[in-house]
């Protein structure tokens, strides 16, 4: 019993002392494509995305970040949601530098279909959701009457 004790005190001691050793804990890079898990468990059978909307600008207001995107490609995308100016979120949390798929927003309840047609700007907000881990929220966009499918990095904790 006592060996159980000491090493329930010993390993969380580890954990601080590794995390205080005076190295800066390795940061992922936002330029860093999204989880190929997404892809394999999700979103398997598709192809990828050719027309990818551009990110415009981004703002925060208190805890939201309204995202502006602009379909830049000649065909139309579609984005599914529960309102035209949201969209179903993908989180990915930065583990030792590393973006790793964690959750997403799986609830269809009241979601449908947003078409966003050439050209078209549309302003999405998107909130973070895990106040524990550097986190960023993806967007997932289809082609329209393809199987071309993609995810677009929204928003990226500091």
């Not at 060996?3 to 804990?25: D, K, N, Q, Y």
Request: aromatic fraction near 10%; charged fraction near 20%.
């Amino acid at each position: 019993m006592g060996t159980i004790l000491r090493l329930l005190v010993f390993i969380p001691m580890c954990a601080v002392i590794a995390s205080s050793s005076g190295e800066p804990l390795k940061k992922a890079s936002d330029q860093l494509p999204p989880d190929e898990l997404w892809v394999c468990t999700i979103f398997g059978g598709t192809g990828p995305l050719d027309n990818v909307p551009k990110v415009l600008s981004r703002r925060t207001v208190g805890n939201d970040i309204f995202v502006k995107i602009k379909n830049t490609g000649s065909t139309t995308l579609q984005y599914y949601s529960v309102g035209s100016h949201h969209i179903q979120l993908f989180q990915e949390v930065d583990i030792f530098g590393r973006w790793e798929m964690a959750c997403w927003d799986i609830c269809g309840m009241g979601k449908e279909t947003f078409f966003l047609e050439p050209e078209q700007t549309v302003e999405l907000r998107v909130r973070f959701w895990d106040s524990n881990n550097r986190e960023r929220m993806l967007g997932h966009f289809t082609e329209q009457g393809s199987w071309c499918a993609g995810m677009v990095v929204l928003a990226t904790e500091p």
